[in-house]
């Protein structure tokens, strides 16, 4: 069955340093994934995805992700990271199997907090 | 463009009633996503819906858990006779096909007591 792992349940990381979150899937062929960030009480908002193309994607607010297929990981990072930042990143791979109708299967997040 | 909405944000419910939440997609999306996250297990499938038709219900739960998308007005996921197991946050996304980005609402948050 596909899998999404996000190792990392909760990251801390000052403010203006860099950050990489990580995420693996298994899957064998090509993987449609996603980047989503939760504020606490909010909805899931899209960071960027990956179809095909280019392995290195940019998204919102300055985040970028690289699709490593040798690795199976599609990490998420940030240069410089801002206190707003904080918040629970989810990693998403669409469901291609079983008869799947391209629901998402997603990671279990992980928690971002920012130290001044 | 408004996007995904949800309603109620927060809903609170007796053990026994029953549950109706709202999903109105984004303009121009025909397919519905529900997903429950519960705590300590991350957002899970539930059921997959287009105009009038459910696609996919493999995530939902046989008994108690229905979901409707009908030609008019929103997507509606109800859970009768609910238990306090039920208490989670309610998400739907909606995309333009299949395969598609989905685009998440900002949930209904339900407590069971």
């Known amino acids: 069955a596909q899998s999404v792992t996000q190792p990392d349940i909760h990251i801390t990381v000052s403010e203006g340093a860099s950050l990489e979150l990580r995420c693996n899937y298994s899957y064998g062929a090509t993987p449609y994934l996603f980047w989503y960030v939760q504020s606490p009480g909010q909805g899931l908002q899209l960071l960027l995805k990956y179809f095909s193309g280019d392995t290195l994607v940019q998204g919102i607010k300055g985040f970028e992700a690289e699709f490593k297929r040798s690795q199976s990981s599609f990490n998420l990072r940030k240069p410089s990271v801002h206190w707003s930042d904080a918040a629970e990143y989810f990693c998403a791979v669409v469901q291609n199997y079983g008869g799947s109708q391209g629901n998402l299967i997603f990671g279990k997040g992980t928690k971002l907090s920012v130290k001044p | 463009n408004a996007g995904v909405m949800q309603n109620p944000r927060h809903l609170v419910r007796r053990r026994g009633q029953e549950a109706r939440l709202r999903c109105s997609p984004m303009k121009g999306h025909s397919h519905v996503y529900w997903y429950r996250q519960l705590p300590e297990e991350g957002l899970k499938f539930m059921v997959y819906l287009q105009k009038e038709n459910i696609i996919d219900e493999s995530g939902m739960p046989k008994e108690r858990f229905s979901a409707e998308f009908p030609k008019e007005g929103p997507s509606i996921l109800r859970i009768q006779q609910v238990v306090r197991g039920d208490s989670a946050a309610y998400f739907c996304?909606?995309?333009?096909?299949?395969?598609?980005?989905?685009?998440f609402g900002p949930g209904t948050r339900l407590l069971v007591l």
């Open positions: 996304a909606s995309s333009p096909g299949r395969w598609e980005t989905q685009y």
